[in-house]
């Protein structure tokens, strides 16, 4: 057959006048409503410039994808990860019309543990108080005769204080009856927030926390403080964990807070049993706080209650506080509330810590010549996309990332990578498809 070349001429009937147009200005030049003629088996046609024009371009069509290859360049040596590189390699069945962008994703899924700190932007924030989990008429005082000098249980949230005297023999107690039963499945700790003291004061002496979770078990002694002994409210300075004393069931429901003097000292002081932590939340006290939110993409996981967070700006310098409880679900915390302001879409960040997610998945940064900087929760943005007809990648992994950790210390033995590619036009979308290798020592 023989070919039309671009200084060939079409003969064309544009409102009863003939004119030429060469092959070259076809698609420029002729209009849909031109008539040409066509000869066919030596009958002769009348096309339209539109069934021209749609004859030679050829239809629009969806991409389509043969397959995608993942190829590890050194298998089953060490190391697994660490400065080693993974070949990608994609074939086309066909481009699609018009030709497609590819893009090429990586993932590592298995047990990732990363040295690491919360570290995501404010979004929005609300002011809240803290959840209370005990009655305001739950106080049921236990009354032993002890020494001469009162002291104050005061429970934050709460109008209502007891007091009674507090010996160096005998220890002094409140009972709070929690408003509803709690299920604990590990951890719980009474945390003690001592704030001030009393008149008379500072006749030297000090007192000792004890703790249980029944009338029933042993006192579990706490820390000590001294009448006079000012703490920042929020900071908790005494813990005292009372998980041993967990029943079969890991239900309870009430605390027992209890306080013994030093024998010889004297004075008095505030003090305020300020909060229960079970399974790594603080869930008691009704305190003014301040709901956080870190928006859907936020990773909550290596922030947990009691840390403390804080945010640098250039207008407040820093504000900082103690999280009261953490929302993973909903990417949220509640933090103590701050004289100072937090700052939208600024920085608020926690303490530096080692987490381990077991199972977890996450997308391998890279750059445009395959070179591997970290781990993200999401898919990199901007993707890496390339108009290559078959493409081809090499994942370099590094011998260490950015915090220190070589790869393989990071992603335990049986972690698998996966390469994804998807191919797409204005036509559709081809994919994803995808190769999964699991590296071996």
């Keep these: 057959m023989a070919n039309v070349n671009d200084n060939d001429k079409f003969l064309v009937n544009r409102s009863d006048k003939t004119y030429t147009i060469q092959t070259q200005n076809i698609m420029a030049d002729l209009l849909d409503d031109d008539l040409l003629l066509v000869n066919r088996s030596d009958t ?13 371009i050829p239809p629009d069509e969806v991409p389509q994808i043969q397959s995608i290859t993942l190829t590890e360049q050194s298998p089953n040596q060490s190391p697994r990860f660490t400065s080693q590189n993974f070949d990608i390699d994609v074939v086309m069945n066909s481009q699609g019309v018009p030709f497609s962008n590819k893009s090429i994703d990586a993932t590592v899924v298995g047990d990732i ?4 700190r919360f570290e995501e932007k404010l979004v929005s924030q609300t002011n ?24 104050f249980f005061r429970y934050i949230g709460h109008s209502q204080t007891t ?3 507090v010996g160096d023999s005998i220890i002094e107690s409140v ?18 927030a001592p704030v001030g003291a009393m008149q008379p004061q500072n006749e030297g002496g000090s007192f000792i926390w004890y703790g249980r979770l029944s009338a029933s078990d042993p006192w579990i002694q706490g820390p000590a403080f001294s009448p006079g002994e000012t703490f920042n409210k929020s900071g908790f300075p005494g813990t005292l964990d009372l998980s041993s004393q967990l029943p079969a069931n890991k239900v309870i429901t009430e605390l027992h807070f209890g306080l013994k003097r030093y024998p010889g000292g004297s004075g008095g002081a505030y003090i305020y049993p300020g909060g229960v932590k ?18 859907d993409r936020a990773w909550m996981e290596p922030l947990e209650g009691g840390d403390q967070v804080y945010q640098v700006t250039p207008a407040t310098n820093e504000n900082s506080n103690w999280v009261w409880q953490v929302d993973y679900e909903n990417n949220k915390a509640i933090v103590l509330r701050s004289e100072d302001p937090w700052i939208l879409d600024a920085l608020v960040k ?5 987490v381990t997610e077991l199972g977890a998945t996450r997308h391998l940064k890279f750059d445009t010549s395959g070179n591997v900087a970290g781990l993200l929760r999401y898919p990199q943005d901007p993707p890496y996309t390339t108009i290559s007809s078959d493409p081809t990648l090499t994942l370099s992994f590094p011998t260490s ?22 191919a797409e036009n204005s036509e559709g979308t081809a994919g994803p498809l995808q190769d999964t290798v699991t590296p071996s020592n």
């Design 44 to 56: 002769t046609y009348k096309i339209t410039g539109a069934d021209l024009k749609t004859s030679l």
């Design 175 to 192: 009972v709070l009856t929690l408003g509803q039963p709690i299920t604990v499945k590990e951890s719980i700790s009474i945390l003690y």
């Design 113 to 116: 543990t990363t040295f690491t």
């Design 163 to 165: 007091s009674f005297l």
């Design 278 to 295: 079970i399974d790594g939340t603080i869930l008691e006290s009704t305190v003014p706080g301040v709901e956080l939110n870190f928006g």
């Design 128 to 151: 809240v108080t803290t959840p209370d989990y005990v009655t305001g008429s739950s106080f049921n005082r236990t009354m032993t005769p002890g020494g001469d000098v009162p002291a």
């Design 350 to 354: 926690g303490p530096a810590r080692i």
């Design 401 to 422: 990332f950015a915090n220190g950790e070589t790869p393989d210390t990071t992603l335990a033995v049986g972690t698998t990578i996966t390469a994804t590619v998807t």
